[in-house]
């Protein structure tokens, strides 16, 4: 029997290049986030199992079916599936949105038992972003905003499309709950068995069910936007007049209801055709009670989760290309006795430039030392013999490109390597 463990299902090792397309991914959201003024927040992997089921919903998948869940001698724990519920908490005990209206970012690792295809892990990643203290929807038009401007600075603003709805405050959904209840009731035995339950616990759900039999029935029902009273509908045409007045293209979509039960008023999506069942990239809206219901001060706010994995994957779907991650510049003595005066020239460089330097190690002869230059992907080599060393220079070598090798002091050598690129 081998001893070799092998990967867990759904869990993935990210190499080099695909690792290097989800960190473009996220630092360009990450400068664009913090361009608006959006501070970064981290927020732990694991949370009370309750802080979910009360936060994000007991009916929806993420928490009756995909949560990955543990239990200790005292609580049950849960891995995140999301991060809004975990922001809301970590705002409310910090008493962040008293006399304060803050906007906070994070990034990093959500946790969902689903099947997994291409698109979809079971570890996967997101960035998300939050506003507190705003009634909107001049806050949710800047939510949205945020993220076309990431889509312009990947170049993916093409393959995207944004489609949004508006679920009402709470007494527009209750009016609309009663009327999906009445109108599922009269077809029950043809609902799939998820939609027979949600039509006990939440019949808005069933209006987010997959099941072809069942998408047929829902295309029939009550739509949302006949049940908005006055003050929903006053908020959702502002929402899409501010939307317009920033030349942002938005679909309304009347089935859209997003898939956790926080959400009220403004809701939203961007979707792509280029990845086939994973179209949604993200989405977010408003949840104006979610405070008040996991425990703080009535607080509006609202937020939007992008999934990276699949911006990266459209990226690459579109023919993007993501730089190498090489470095920029190998160092190599041509022999062991020039080793010292490599390393020095390295670390100067390191001290005084951007460049990513690498220096050559193992040894070897000097054209076993140049292959291995050039298998690194550096744009420039170094080369240090025995009479660099003695004058304190440095010979430089372009790897890619037809130029003349030149020697020079190595006090020159960051200028010289800056005005050669």
Partial sequence: ??????????????????????????????????????????????????????????????????????????????????????????????NLYRGNQPKLWYVGSMFRHERPQLGRYREFFQVGAEAFG???????????????????????????????????????????????????????????????????????????????RTQEIVERAPNMSDYLDDESRRHFDEFQERLARLGIHATVNHRLVRGLDYYTHGVFEWNTARLGAQKQVGGGGRYDGLCELLGGAPCPAAGFAIGVDRVALLRKEIGLKTPASTPDVYVLALSDEEEEYALQVASQLRETSSFGVRVHQGGGKAKARMRAADRSGASIALIIGAQEAADNQVSIKWLRINREQVTVPVTDLPTTLLTSN
Avoid at 23 to 44: A, K, N, Q, W
Avoid at 61 to 90: H, Q, Y
Avoid at 149 to 154: C, S
């Fill in 134 to 212: 705003f009634n909107g929807p001049d806050v949710d038009t800047e939510l949205i905003r945020i993220v076309q401007d990431v889509w312009e600075r990947l170049d993916v603003t093409n393959e995207i499309t944004l489609e949004i709805n508006s679920l009402g405050n709470t007494a527009s959904r209750l009016r609309h709950r009663d009327a999906l209840v009445d109108y599922f009731e009269g077809c029950r035995d043809d609902l799939d068995e998820d939609s027979q339950r949600r039509l006990e616990i939440n019949p808005l759900r069933i209006l987010d069910s997959k099941n072809e």
């Fill in 1 to 94: 029997m081998s001893d070799r463990s092998p990967l867990v299902r759904g869990m993935r090792d990210l190499y080099a290049e695909e690792l290097a397309s989800i960190r473009i991914v996220e630092s360009v959201f990450r400068d664009t986030l913090e361009s608006y003024g959006y501070e970064l927040i981290r927020l732990p992997t694991m949370e009370r199992t309750a802080l979910f089921s009360r936060g994000i919903g007991e009916s929806t998948d993420a928490v009756s079916k995909e949560m990955f869940t543990l239990d200790d001698e005292t609580e049950s724990l849960s891995l995140r599936p999301e991060g809004t519920a975990s922001c809301v908490r970590a705002v409310i005990d910090a």
